[in-house]
């Protein structure tokens, strides 16, 4: 029965109407392949974020940025009040090295409160903890914060989010300060790590 | 009562040839609106969900939040208009029995046209939403197509979503042979399994709560499984349980009725008016299916189809020959015997469409004294003339037969609710059963709609493709 109705013209037939599909899928799948680079997830190792004031500690290990919004994903900090700074956290492009004076003042006194979970409900992203400096009359006066998460997602809401913390912390000078819109999680575990470093700020 | 009852000789196995019609197919009290109500509840949960935890509040929280929350509403409803479309073609039993499959592929069109709209928004909304916080539009494009965990495949998926819904618009649809159209459909279940995960990595609402999480994948797992599982399994099925011919008649010039028979017709439950999924397993032809009327009560001696040749698509029933397996999906539809209830038939027929006319004369009472109106190009074309003439004397029906060209009824809509009228005695008190081309279909339904018959009255397959 089957031989005399596949003709030359039929015999192709369902190669030719299956191939847009296969075409589409295997398309699909390549670039896929191709695309999909998500940035190293554990992008750990502590990612500091410090320093609004300007301070002059040349505290290791910590990157330290000026009070402006970092340009995010291509993070290179712009270092406007740099003593020193380690290899970025996110892709592990090296960032400027500029040294900067030191404002004698602040940081005669330093205070690290207490490593903070950053949790939204159920969900723990990461770390943060906030180390305090105060001025020689007892004044909170410089900020930095080491954080560690584990997403992309996450560092970036990171780079946003802390030096507009740090810049209203160093303006309020206590922990009571406004939460960033969309970091409400970040905010929260900044101000609790803030207290705890103020409530244990040496005499 | 006989106390000697124990000497009956045992039943005898039922012959093929002896005839009784195969069982009815089950009934159901699931109603179209009630399909409506569940669909609407789940969107109706979602997206007080969504309010619940945070959306709502954000959406009057600034730009940046708005869009935001624009985009987490917006993906929401694409993935469940997605599981919708999904469920819908799954031809699940009790959905067909409620609302036909016709209905249910056109329900399905809708969910995806409409999946594909809300897509569309979903981007629009989620890249504005994240760019602040990623560095301007470049940046969120290209986070958003590989340099976030799993967006390189869900963006490869909505394409994959898009390119579909696309191809699916009718005028785009028709331009293309209707297996190419299929194959490339079916690539929708890749898409749609692709772009889920970003759902969780992403979707703040499901991230941050665990139960919401849990509901949300379990039942699109669930959804998804069922949907996979119940369409294919049908196929496999019914390509396992073949039916063979068993006889083909000509009937016309270009009509041909086919028997198809065998053991595995017992298997089936179907009745007079539905209609049949074929697929015949021969070289070259096993990748098609078409749909076809039953023209006879189905019985244990088979399911007797009228096929017409209109060229490539039903040109493989020419080659259908005794002897031959044909896969069978189905019976499937609603419009059997039970809609009439205790009214009048009324039925309008053209071309090819007398096949379900045929059959439901069959079932219908000796009094139900129904008028049957065909139209074709000539007497001679119309198949199964002298059976539907037979069978509605037989019930105290008349047949009127309207031939002869279009144009040469200058101008005359046999159709308009003044011929109608005319023509059929107690015309607003009957049930009318419509099948044939759709442009007769509709002219049909417009011309009974404005003689008085009512909606619920009027009764026809929709045309789904």
Known sequence: MSSDNSSPMSRFA??????????????????????????????????????????ADSGAGQMVTGATVPAPTTTTFTATTVVTSTVPPVNGAPSATTPAPAPAACGAKKSTGSTTDIVDRNRVFGTLVVTAKFASNGELCGVAV??????????????????????????????NIQAVSGATAVSRAYAASLQAAIDAKPL | MNSTSFSLPAAPVAKLEQRRPL?????????????????????????????????????????????????????????LFGMVGLTLSARLKTMERAI????????????????????????????PAEMPVRGGFINTVLDFTGREPYMALTAIGSALVAVVVVLSLKDIRNKVSYETWYFVHLTVYFG???????????????????????????????????????????????????????????????????????????????????????????????????????????TTAGLRVTIKDRGDASSATRHLRVGDRVAVEGPYGVTTPEIFG??????????????????????????????????????NEV?????????????????????GRTAALKGKDPFSAKSLSRAVPELSSRVALVCGPTALMFAARKGLREAGVSKDDIHMEMPWW
């Open chain 1, 14 to 55: 369902l190669a030719r109407r299956l191939a847009p599909a296969l075409a589409l899928t295997s398309a699909g799948m390549a670039l896929i392949n191709v695309l999909d680079r998500p940035a190293d997830l554990s992008a750990s190792g502590s990612a500091g974020v410090a320093d609004v004031g300007g301070s």
């Open chain 1, 146 to 175: 080491n954080f560690d998460v584990w997403d992309r997602k996450s560092v970036q809401i990171e780079q946003y989010a802390l030096p507009k913390l740090n810049a209203r912390a160093k303006k309020a000078k206590s922990a």
């Open chain 2, 23 to 79: 069982a009815r197919p089950s009934s159901t009290n699931l109603k179209a609106n009630d399909l409506v109500i569940v669909i609407v509840a789940i969107f109706a949960i979602v997206t007080a969900a969504w309010a619940m935890t945070g959306g709502w509040n954000q959406l009057s929280n600034g730009w940046s939040h708005a869009w935001r929350a624009a985009a987490s509403l917006t993906g929401l409803y694409t993935s």
């Open chain 2, 100 to 127: 036909g499959l016709d209905r249910l592929l056109i329900w399905h069109r809708i969910a995806g046209d409409t999946m594909g709209l809300l897509l569309a928004v979903h981007i629009f909304t989620a890249i």
């Open chain 2, 192 to 298: 749609l399994a692709a772009s889920f995960s970003h759902q969780i990595t992403l979707g703040s609402m499901l991230s941050n709560d665990r139960y919401v999480r849990l509901v949300w994948v379990g039942s699109s797992v669930a959804i998804f499984a069922t949907a996979l599982f119940g369409r294919w399994w049908k196929v496999f099925g019914s390509v396992a349980r073949p039916l063979h011919v068993r006889a083909v008649n000509k009937e016309t010039d270009d009509t041909v009725s086919v028997l198809l028979g065998g053991r595995n017709v017992l298997r089936l439950r179907g009745d007079a008016g539905q209609f049949v999924m074929i697929r015949s397993l021969v070289r070259g032809q096993w990748w098609k299916t078409n749909p076809y009327s039953l023209s006879a009560v189905p």
């Open chain 2, 342 to 379: 205790d009214k009048r038939p009324l039925f309008i027929a053209g071309g090819v469409g007398v096949t379900p006319v045929c059959a439901l004369l069959q079932r219908l009472p000796s009094d139900s004294r129904p008028t049957v109106l065909l139209r074709a190009r000539h007497e």
């Open chain 2, 383 to 403: 198949a199964h003339l002298a059976e539907i003439r037979a069978l509605a004397a037989r019930c105290g029906g008349e047949v009127f037969v309207l031939s």
